[in-house]
């Protein structure tokens, strides 16, 4: 069998056009909205967007730890970038810094989905990066995270703040640890699925996994197992566990498999009207 140059060039570029056609298209890196996430604008962004008086800087950690076998271990950077776009949005006077992935926890070979900073590691990071931010020209800094490690009075967060905001307060520059976006939302979140008969959840359970169901849909959770995520479920407020009962361990603490992406949108709403609420009131009182 012959074949003319015509054929044989057609021939030989056919795997790679249908590798083409294949190929996903690239993503999206930016997202819609106001600029306000400092990793995507350029440098005369940022020194524009400091000149128009946006100069609080929210610097908001993340954290990459196993979320249960439905979702994926990045869940607390995924809804930390969410959330602090929002916030920045919301409040219209501030830029949301790069998200840290990395917050107070412990990696296991059991579930190997995490990987983790000491409280004091935290404490340094937090403390470079306020105070690199006040270099560069922000005059409000905002500490707050997505993770359970490193938060509380006694925490990384709070100590963090206190110490800078003592050694720039002078100066009119202000360091704050905004709790409410974490423990206060949280905690009214609970009461809310107890007020709709749903189990309150803690580790990967109902508010992680709708959450993430809201967000990223089957990118950010396997839907599939939603049904089965049923882990360890704790006694009750003034019960005592069954020493002899078996335990579940597979990173779910409670039962999420009632999550919808509805009851994550309502978590995520809370987030954002609790932190805006509470970086308002710091904003306030530094007039």
Same mark, same amino acid.
Not at 68 to 79: F, R, T
Not at 101 to 114: C, E, H, Q, V, W
Not at 223 to 243: F, Q
């Given at each position: 069998?012959?074949?003319?140059?015509?054929?044989?060039?057609?021939?030989?570029?056919?795997?790679?056009?249908?590798?083409?056609?294949?190929?996903?298209?690239?993503?999206?890196?930016?997202?819609?909205?106001?600029?306000?996430?400092?990793?995507?604008?350029?440098?005369?962004?940022?020194?524009? +967007?400091?000149? @128009?008086? &946006?100069?609080? !800087?929210?610097?908001?950690?993340? *954290?990459?730890?196993?979320?249960?076998?439905?979702? /994926?271990?990045?869940?607390?950077?995924?809804?930390?970038?969410?959330?602090?776009?929002?916030?920045?949005?919301?409040?219209?006077?501030?830029?949301?810094?790069?998200?840290?992935?990395?917050?107070?926890?412990?990696?296991?070979?059991?579930?190997?989905?995490?990987?983790?900073?000491?409280?004091?590691?935290?404490?340094?990071?937090?403390?470079?990066?306020?105070?690199?931010?006040?270099?560069?020209?922000?005059?409000?800094?905002?500490?707050?995270?997505?993770?359970?490690?490193?938060?509380?009075?006694?925490?990384?967060? +709070?100590?963090? @703040?206190? &110490?800078?905001? !003592?050694?720039?307060?002078?100066? *009119?520059?202000?360091?704050?640890?905004?709790?409410? /976006?974490?423990?206060?939302?949280?905690?009214?979140?609970?009461?809310?699925?107890?007020?709709?008969?749903?189990?309150?959840?803690?580790?990967?359970?109902?508010?992680?996994?709708?959450?993430?169901?809201?967000?990223?849909?089957?990118?950010?959770?396997?839907?599939?197992?939603?049904?089965?995520?049923?882990?360890?479920?704790?006694?009750?407020?003034?019960?005592?566990?069954?020493?002899?009962?078996?335990?579940?361990?597979?990173?779910?603490?409670?039962?999420?498999?009632?999550?919808?992406?509805?009851?994550?949108?309502?978590?995520?709403?809370?987030?954002?009207?609790?932190?805006?609420?509470?970086?308002?009131?710091?904003?306030?009182?530094?007039?």
């Amino acid at each position: 069998m012959t074949y003319s140059l015509a054929t044989t060039i057609a021939l030989l570029a056919l795997p790679a056009s249908l590798a083409l056609a294949q190929r996903p298209a690239a993503p999206t890196v930016r997202s819609k909205g106001p600029l306000v996430e400092f990793e995507m604008m350029t440098w005369p962004e940022v020194k524009q +967007a400091l000149a @128009a008086g &946006k100069t609080t !800087a929210l610097i908001y950690t993340g *954290g990459t730890e196993q979320r249960g076998p439905q979702n /994926v271990n990045g869940g607390h950077n995924i809804m930390g970038r969410a959330i602090v776009k929002e916030i920045a949005i919301q409040l219209g006077n501030a830029i949301a810094m790069p998200v840290l992935p990395y917050t107070p926890n412990n990696a296991s070979a059991t579930l190997p989905g995490t990987i983790g900073l000491t409280p004091d590691l935290l404490g340094a990071v937090l403390e470079r990066v306020a105070e690199q931010s006040i270099v560069t020209g922000f005059k409000t800094i905002i500490l707050m995270g997505d993770h359970g490690g490193g938060q509380g009075a006694k925490g990384p967060y +709070a100590d963090v @703040a206190a &110490k800078l905001e !003592a050694k720039y307060a002078a100066q *009119g520059i202000h360091v704050f640890y905004c709790d409410e /976006v974490y423990a206060k939302a949280q905690g009214d979140f609970d009461v809310y699925l107890k007020s709709k008969n749903l189990p309150v959840s803690g580790h990967a359970g109902i508010p992680d996994t709708g959450e993430l169901m809201y967000l990223c849909g089957a990118e950010c959770v396997r839907l599939e197992l939603v049904k089965d995520a049923l882990g360890d479920v704790p006694p009750a407020p003034g019960e005592t566990r069954d020493p002899n009962a078996p335990r579940k361990n597979n990173g779910i603490s409670g039962d999420g498999r009632k999550a919808t992406a509805e009851l994550g949108k309502k978590q995520f709403d809370i987030k954002i009207e609790y932190g805006v609420r509470q970086i308002k009131a710091f904003q306030a009182g530094t007039k």
